[in-house]
T-cell receptor
Framework: DQQVKQNSPSLSVQEGRISILNCDYTNSMFDYFLWYKKYPAEGPTFLISISSIKDKNEDGRFTVFLNKSAKHLSLHIVPSQPGDSAVYFCAASHTGTASKLTFGTGTRLQVTL | NAGVTQTPKFQVLKTGQSMTLQCAQDMNHNSMYWYRQDPGMGLRLIYYSASEGTTDKGEVPNGYNVSRLNKREFSLRLESAAPSQTSVYFC????WGAGNTIYFGEGSWLTVV
């Protein structure tokens, strides 16, 4: 049973436009959410996170929004750049599981010129 | 800054052979993890060690064993490799407790023929 779902396997966006990546979760115990970025042949790297006590967290071009009632989060990248082309994983954890993360299946973002 | 280092990077095994993936971190983290990544499946937790001296099963532990050798090192052993264990394996580490970022190694590509 997939507790963290990324329903869009891929997304193509023009350079300079906004990229919106979506993630849904089913486990109401999750209280911490993260986005990781992964380039081919490399390990995932941490991008941005949000605690369930917040509904928005911003870091430069990256903003994560959390809608707890809908069990939905999204990552906004503005403006998108070619270097943002990668696979993005949504992940979640809950207090009591240390930092053990449950990952989504990933969305491949391609930023075109 | 080495971060999380895992070896080997590439390995081909015959069915039934055994091997150990090695992992070391230099960030003084208490918690360490082994994940595997398969196409369309995201990253799935195999085993984790919340702190030195403890290990626990994750989502997909069958066919694997782990050893937390000391605070720095966490190894993953395949006793009798099977083609279903063909995957990319990622070691990771974090400070103890929920809400801490997990840092990943670059991955080990394992093929079982």
């Amino acid at each position: 049973d997939q507790q963290v779902k990324q329903n869009s396997p891929s997304l193509s966006v023009q350079e300079g436009r906004i990229s919106i990546l979506n993630c849904d979760y089913t486990n109401s115990m999750f209280d911490y959410f993260l986005w990781y970025k992964k380039y081919p042949a490399e390990g995932p790297t941490f991008l941005i996170s949000i605690s369930s006590i917040k509904d928005k967290n911003e870091d430069g071009r990256f903003t994560v929004f959390l809608n707890k009632s809908a069990k939905h989060l999204s990552l906004h990248i503005v403006p998108s750049q070619p270097g943002d082309s990668a696979v993005y994983f949504c992940a979640a954890s809950h207090t009591g599981t240390a930092s053990k993360l449950t990952f989504g299946t990933g969305t491949r973002l391609q930023v075109t010129l | 800054n080495a971060g999380v280092t895992q070896t080997p990077k590439f390995q081909v095994l015959k069915t039934g052979q055994s091997m150990t993936l090695q992992c070391a971190q230099d960030m003084n983290h208490n918690s360490m993890y082994w994940y595997r990544q398969d196409p369309g499946m995201g990253l799935r937790l195999i085993y984790y060690s919340a702190s030195e001296g403890t290990t626990d099963k994750g989502e997909v532990p069958n066919g694997y064993n782990v050893s937390r050798l000391n605070k720095r090192e966490f190894s993953l052993r395949l006793e009798s490799a099977a083609p279903s264990q063909t995957s990319v394996y990622f070691c990771a580490s974090s400070a103890w407790g929920a809400g801490n970022t997990i840092y990943f190694g670059e991955g080990s590509w394992l093929t079982v023929v």
